[in-house]
Structure formats: structure tokens, C-alpha cells
Nanobody
Framework: QVQLVESGGGLVQPGGSLRVSCEASGFTFSNFRMKWYRQAPGQERELVASITRAGGNIYYAPFVEGRFTIYRDNAKNMVYLEMNGLKPEDTAVYYC???????????WGQGTQVTVSS
């Protein structure tokens, strides 16, 4: 049974830091490009960052570049998003996505809420 379970969300003050994690199971994690998306209330889901299967290529959306870091541990079937310099506009539900790249279904987690507020 495929599962992606996010954790680590919460309430943080502007300028603060938070790390969200995603634990994968039920599929061959190292065969999938991993992505973080986010969705704020009333807005469309948007791509935040992605990392290739071995971690050699990373993409960041312009609005997080320089503040967020994505990394993965294939031995632990984990992907992480380290978020620094958080802004109120980063408030959203953050979702983990597993992209097979070469075809087949992708997988989604249930999301974790990140709220940036004073």
C-alpha cells in the first residue's frame, strides 16, 4: 500500500524556520522524483521544489529560492523541505508528491499545515 506521510508543519513567526518531512512506503522511493507543492486557501496548488531520484538536480520556485532547501535520504525513504526566512505568504498546506517520471501514477500525501504569523 502506497503511502506518503508528511509531518513537521506548525505555527512559526515571520522570519522563522521549519522543516517538513515526508516518509514514503509501498513503492520504490529511489525510482521517483520527489516534489513539494503547497496550496493556500482559495489558491491553486503550486510547485515549491523538486529533486531528482539521486538528488543530482534540484528545482526551486522563484518565490522560495534562497530560503528553502529540498533534500532526500533514499536509505530512509524520506524527503525533506527545510524552510528559512518564512513569510506570511508562505502559509499553506504543504504536500509531498512522488513523480514516476517515465510513466505511471504519481502519489500524494495528505498534507501538513504551515502557518506563518506573529
Amino acid at each position: 500500500q502506497v503511502q506518503l506521510v508528511e509531518s513537521g508543519g506548525g505555527l512559526v513567526q515571520p522570519g522563522g524556520s521549519l522543516r517538513v518531512s515526508c516518509e514514503a512506503s509501498g513503492f520504490t522511493f529511489s525510482n521517483f522524483r520527489m516534489k513539494w507543492y503547497r496550496q493556500a486557501p482559495g489558491q491553486e496548488r503550486e510547485l515549491v521544489a523538486s529533486i531528482t531520484r539521486a538528488g543530482g538536480n534540484i528545482y526551486y520556485a522563484p518565490f522560495v529560492e534562497g530560503r528553502f532547501t529540498i533534500y532526500r535520504d533514499n536509505a530512509k525513504n524520506m524527503v525533506y523541505l527545510e524552510m528559512n526566512g518564512l513569510k506570511p505568504e508562505d502559509t499553506a498546506v504543504y504536500y509531498c508528491n512522488a513523480d514516476p517520471v517515465v510513466g505511471g501514477p504519481d502519489y500524494w500525501g495528505q498534507g501538513t499545515q504551515v502557518t506563518v504569523s506573529s
